[in-house]
């Protein structure tokens, strides 16, 4: 299969027997997943397809513990979160394992030496091309701490007093606000939701949508598609003594029952890629997941096609809140 990512194109060309290595963080690419070894990855559509081509996939954070000749890491858009997963790496190998590092240009990928210098690690050019670059280093066996790369702050919004928030390079927003969650708990104040009930996160990020509702007494779940976001959430209700379920999920994939609300602030891109796949989902498929009379609350950049969405699902929608970056839209499942 031809590769279809600049990335593995370069890694297509390379001599390197790769049988039995470990691709971590990878994109989807069907090159990769039609090939050999096992992927580590907190992106659980990645997960999903390789293990849908019989290959061994791993979503924990915690790092596999199966032998491996090698690994290739995927340079990810954040530099912390790169150097996240190199430490991850460097402790869960043995010491000389080959760990090869490739990313665009875009992407940061020349920040790499620096990065690899400054955690005493050895760094060598392999190849560059489509606008790419392929490094490597060696494993050295190194300690690591459980808790590496999270951290904490205080925020305050709208409608409750100050919430603390944990966070990791792996989350959206990392260590602050988003301008459109904030509209979007304004929002919510403004415009109260209906009677509490149950509410769905969907896309929850650092968690701080599902502590905000569970500190208003709504029951909440809370999803991401990222392993690190749903640490995060965890971490966000326990830090604020709240109570909510914290799933993993593709949309609604991994996700039970119906709801008298669904709030979320839906991400429309995959690293660099705009991706509307996902959010378009949310919303086609609200309904179903929705009690007569229940509603969908989300926020979006206002450039967005998703007014012709809610309408196909809904037929109608309110926009609650505009500031020209961001509207904060709501629908209605009708009542029978």
Not at 206 to 214: N, V
Request: glycine share 10%.
């Amino acid at each position: 299969m031809t590769p279809q990512t600049p990335p593995c194109e370069l890694l297509a060309r390379q001599d390197a027997d790769y049988r039995g290595w470990l691709w971590v963080a990878p994109p989807r690419d069907g090159w990769l997943e039609s090939g050999e070894g096992a992927v580590w990855s907190a992106d659980l559509s990645v997960c999903a397809a390789w293990a849908a081509a019989g290959r061994p996939a791993h979503s924990s954070l915690v790092p596999p513990t199966f032998a491996v000749p090698g690994a290739v890491l995927f340079w990810p858009k954040s530099h912390a979160l790169g150097a996240w997963w190199l430490e991850a790496l460097c402790g869960a190998l043995p010491a000389g394992t080959p760990i090869q590092v490739v990313g665009e240009t875009q992407g940061g990928i020349r920040r790499v030496p620096k990065t690899l210098a400054a955690m005493a690690l050895a760094c060598r050019k392999l190849d560059n091309a489509r606008r790419c670059t392929l490094f490597e280093t060696r494993a050295d066996d190194r300690a690591t701490v459980p808790d590496t790369g999270w951290t904490s702050f205080e925020v305050a919004v709208a409608g409750v007093d100050g919430l603390t928030l944990a966070t990791h390079p792996g989350v959206f927003g990392h260590g602050k606000l988003d301008d459109g969650t904030r509209l979007l708990l304004q929002a919510l104040v403004d415009s109260p939701l209906a009677t509490q009930g149950e509410a769905l996160d969907i896309g929850c990020g650092d968690g701080i949508i599902s502590a905000w509702l569970a500190r208003r007494g709504w029951q909440v779940t809370a999803s991401d598609i990222s392993a690190f976001a749903v640490e995060a959430a965890r971490r966000s209700l326990a830090a604020n003594g709240l109570r909510g379920q914290v799933c993993q999920s593709d949309v609604y994939d991994g996700v039970d029952g119906v709801f008298q609300a669904i709030v979320s602030n839906p991400p429309f891109h995959q690293e660099r890629a705009i991706d509307y796949d996902p959010t378009e989902r949310l919303i086609r498929e609200a309904p179903a997941r929705l009690q007569a009379g229940g509603s969908l609350t989300l926020v979006a950049n206002a450039f967005l096609p998703y007014p012709d969405w809610l309408t196909a699902a809904f037929g109608s929608f309110e926009v609650l809140a505009d500031d020209r970056r961001f509207r904060v839209y709501r629908a209605f499942k009708r009542r029978r």
